[in-house]
């Protein structure tokens, strides 16, 4: 190979937690494991909240369960009918939001999934908002649950 036609490969995507540098126009190994292997797929008998959210633009759908003890989400689960980039978002929200008080969860935002995936083609954001939407929505039907019980 020569030093010519190396210019022209691609860049290693950027460590977990950094920003990108640069358009990506591809999926990572990250997105692709969370893609091919999503953590917290399922649902939750009784869950102490739950949301369903859609993007009417491109189809997909996000389902998420959580179950909260002491008001810490010690169980998450998410449902998704969508691309690539969604399921492996909404997979990240899970794992960011699990053991985190409600407060803390609802400051996740779409900026900390995107860097924790390593990036996402800039076409496919939209993708990232469905889980942390998701996971708002829960939590505050799991708060306004609480609220009426209380």
């Given at each position: 190979?020569?030093?010519?036609?190396?210019?022209?490969?691609?860049?290693?995507?950027p460590a977990p937690g950094?920003?990108?540098?640069?358009?990506?126009?591809?999926?990572?190994e990250i997105v692709i494991a969370h893609f091919t292997n999503p953590r917290n797929v399922g649902e939750l008998e009784n869950p102490d909240g739950e949301a369903v959210v859609?993007?009417?633009t491109c189809g997909d759908q996000m389902k998420v369960h959580i179950r909260v003890d002491s008001n810490i989400i010690v169980d998450i689960k998410f449902k998704s009918y969508g691309c690539p980039g969604a399921i492996a978002t909404s997979s990240m929200v899970t794992e960011l939001a699990k053991g985190k008080s409600t407060d803390e969860a609802l400051m996740i935002t779409d900026d900390d999934v995107v860097l924790s995936v390593g990036g996402i083609p800039e076409r496919k954001k939209h993708c990232s908002l469905l889980g942390i939407k998701a996971l708002q929505e829960a939590i505050n039907d799991y708060l306004r649950k609480a609220k009426d019980l209380g």
């Open positions: 190979m020569t030093e010519e036609s190396s210019k022209d490969l691609p860049e290693k995507p950094s920003p990108p540098a640069g358009p990506i126009l591809f999926y990572n859609g993007d009417p």
